[in-house]
């Protein structure tokens, strides 16, 4: 399929793909889009893209308020999402959060790395 794409791409086609998955916006992308709660958060190159992540935390229902208010007294860019949290990470730092989270006493059950750096 990748290939199919990158051969569209070559033949000057404009390909509207939707991925979180930062390898393949490194594969396919000239130009990318974010969109957060519906509106538009970055228009740019890949590069200033992939310079953070989302990252999404499944925590249990009764505790999500009050862990949403421990990440942001810590200073993460954190919201609600669902039953979940996102919260924005600076690249090479996606664990941070799970972490300070885990020492305040959170129990994280499970968590998604929706975008950014990989590395």
Do not use: M
Request: some cysteine.
């Amino acid at each position: 399929f990748f290939e199919l794409l990158q051969g569209l791409k070559r033949d000057g086609k404009t390909i509207i793909f939707t991925t979180h998955r930062a390898d393949e916006i490194a594969l396919l992308a000239d130009r990318v889009v974010v969109l957060e709660r519906g509106r538009v958060a970055r228009d740019g190159p890949p590069g200033e893209h992939i310079s953070d992540a989302r990252l999404k935390l499944a925590i249990a229902e009764e505790c999500s308020a009050p862990a949403l208010a421990e990440l942001s007294r810590a200073g993460f860019d954190a919201h609600r999402n669902g039953v979940g949290l996102i919260v924005r990470v600076p690249a090479g730092r996606n664990a941070t959060p799970i972490a300070h989270l885990a020492r305040a006493g959170f129990d994280v059950q499970a968590f998604e790395l929706e975008s950014g750096d990989h590395s």
